[in-house]
């Protein structure tokens, strides 16, 4: 059973930056396509970013392409997510997920993805 923890939320004013840490037990992220869901107050799940096992695909919200970056650490078997020039509108629980199978676009369920780590509050605010 794979276990995702994640860390490195918090509060944030706008224009500022977070990485969120998400680090895998009992499975390597390396064999698994792994990404982002968040949740803000009142909406539904979406997902955020995603990359394939091989990283040779990926996906970012339209939203928030060329501010968050997902990387992939395989020795630390962690997954980052790297975000920047935050506005309010990113002010969400962010989700670490994690699935045999790819799945990115905005069509993609959150029930594609089996692992998911706790929860982590962002929350961006002058």
């Known amino acids: 059973q794979v276990r995702l923890v994640e860390s490195g939320g918090g509060s944030v004013q706008p224009g500022g930056s977070l990485r969120l840490s998400c680090t895998a037990s009992?499975?390597?992220?390396?064999?698994?396509?792994m990404g982002w869901f968040r949740q803000a107050p009142g909406k539904e799940r979406e997902l955020t970013a995603a990359i394939n096992w091989d990283d040779d695909e990926s996906y970012y919200l339209n939203s928030v392409k060329g501010r968050f970056t997902l990387t992939r650490d395989n020795p630390r078997n962690t997954v980052y997510l790297q975000m920047t020039d935050l506005k309010p509108e990113d002010t969400a629980v962010y989700y670490c997920?994690?699935?045999?199978?790819?799945?990115?676009?905005?069509?993609?369920?959150?029930?594609?993805?089996?692992?998911w780590g706790q929860g982590s509050q962002v929350t961006v605010s002058s």
């Open positions: 009992g499975g390597s992220v390396s064999k698994y396509a």
């Open positions: 997920v994690g699935d045999r199978n790819f799945c990115s676009g905005h069509g993609c369920h959150p029930d594609e993805y089996r692992y």
